[in-house]
């Protein structure tokens, strides 16, 4: 009999979302026999009809915003709005991904001389495997492109947080032929290692710790499948003595350090300030970390919801009470939004953490949590290389009101991205730069992540 396991509430430990059963190496094999079968003909399917099947099923997730919405909350942690605007833009993404099936198939014409057409067709059956921090539209920007290509898909999402993404599944297959996409919950070492090293899984997409990507590469290269990696991160930003610090530019900073209680991969996680700004970056920013309300997010007035699991929960507690324990200064802020229910969740309140250094483990880790460090530099050499001493390189940020300087400095970071005044995602749905170094690798920009999903072929007459 197969593993069952819970899925609980953040903000009440104690409440059961749901139950899942866990899926064994037989679901797996049969998910992927289903998958290769559906493949055949749906790859066969016109991009036109592909696109009316997608525009139906954004149409019906649309029609199910509000229950989604709640519990993707009950079993994230995510407040309503923040909820919100990822199972939104997870819609979005689908209709962006329709209205340009039909242009994108069109074939290439490279070199007219001869002439030579490029053509695309699609892989096979793709593997893609979700996050617990967003694992809606983490998995839509992977299955959506990879369906709409032509391809079947698997997909794995987190034991932690799957059951919104399973519903979202569920809506979207009342458009599709059995066996295009499926969804199925099991752990990394079982479902995972098998979706990672099967031969019928020909294209896969990764979302998660640079450990576990590791492991997906070692296994992905034994039949060499293709393989996109979006991996950990310690985003630094670099606030130079002319930034402009107004009440705007801190909302932005400390939208970038704690949206979704700082669990992001391209959150802000080391902050380096021009020596003759820090105390003013301090202050305000601490005026704006103690406007954070933290509590249940199915609460309008929650701003920031529990961390998402007890292993993160212990971690970052952990983390700050070793700060403490060196002597840092550690500055607790925000408020609880109602205390008698404060040690019912994972509720963790906003700090910001001085005096540490590059070799603290608070500027070495990815702490996936609201806690930040606030470290001083003299000149902007020095920052661009504390900026660069990490093994990751996803996003960065530069604070700066001289657009010149900004691009100087940009060319200097080593990261996949880096924004001017601002720090997290960029609104173009088409467009994702995962990162460099042990970041991960790809890019996506206008149809790349529909061209991750196809081969490429010339034509030539």
Not at 102 to 107: A, E, G, M, N, V
Request: net charge neutral.
């Amino acid at each position: 009999m197969a593993d069952t396991t819970d899925v609980i509430n953040p903000a009440k430990i104690s409440e059961v979302v749901g139950r899942v059963r866990m899926a064994t190496e037989a679901d797996v094999d049969h998910a992927l026999d289903q998958a290769q079968a559906a493949f055949q003909t749906w790859s066969r399917t016109t991009p036109e009809e592909r696109a009316s099947r997608l525009c139906d099923a954004a149409r019906d997730l649309r029609s199910a915003l509000p229950e989604l919405t709640r519990l993707f909350v009950r079993e994230n942690g995510k407040p309503l709005r923040e909820a919100e605007i990822d199972i939104r833009r997870s819609i979005e993404l689908t209709e962006i991904v329709a209205k340009d099936l039909p242009q994108w198939s069109k074939p290439e014409l490279i070199e007219p001389d001869q002439p030579v057409w490029a053509r695309r067709r699609a892989r096979g059956v793709a593997a893609v495997i979700s996050p617990w921090n967003s694992p809606v539209l983490l998995s839509f920007k992977r299955f959506i492109p990879a369906i709409g290509a032509g391809n079947t898909a698997v997909v794995k999402p987190a034991t932690y947080c799957p059951l919104t993404l399973v519903r979202c599944v569920e809506i979207i297959n009342r458009h599709l032929p059995s066996g295009v996409l499926q969804a199925l919950i099991g752990s990394g070492a079982v479902a995972g290692e098998k979706l990672a090293s099967d031969k019928r899984v020909r294209t896969i997409a990764f979302t998660g710790s640079t450990e576990t990507g590791r492991r997906i590469m070692e296994l992905a290269s034994r039949s060499v499948k293709k393989v996109f990696l979006e991996l950990g991160g310690n985003d630094p930003a670099i606030v130079s003595s002319d930034a402009k610090l107004d009440e705007d530019a801190i909302a932005r900073m400390t939208h970038g350090i704690l949206r979704a209680s700082g669990q992001v991969c391209v959150a802000i996680k080391r902050i380096y300030v021009h020596h003759s700004r820090l105390n003013e970056l301090v202050e305000k920013l601490a005026r704006s970390f103690d406007r954070v309300v933290v509590g249940n997010g199915l609460i309008p007035e929650t701003t920031m919801g529990p961390l998402n699991n007890r292993a993160q929960f212990d971690f970052v507690t952990g983390l700050i009470d070793r700060c403490t324990q060196k002597g840092l200064v550690v500055m607790t802020k925000g408020r609880k939004l109602f205390p008698p229910a404060w040690n019912e969740g994972f509720f963790v309140l906003p700090s910001i953490v001085l005096g540490a250094g590059e070799d603290d483990e608070l500027v070495r880790c990815e702490q996936f949590g609201p806690v930040i460090p606030v470290v001083p530099f003299v000149n902007e050499h020095d920052a661009i290389e504390r900026a660069n001493n990490t093994p990751y390189g996803l996003r960065a940020s530069v604070w700066t009101a001289d657009r010149h300087r900004a691009e100087a400095l940009a060319d200097q970071i080593e990261a996949g991205a880096v924004f001017l005044n601002d720090h997290g995602i960029f609104s173009n749905l088409h467009i994702e730069f995962p990162g460099i170094k042990q970041s991960g690798f790809s890019r996506e920009s206008r149809w790349a992540a529909l061209d991750h999903y196809t081969d490429t072929y010339g034509f030539a007459e």
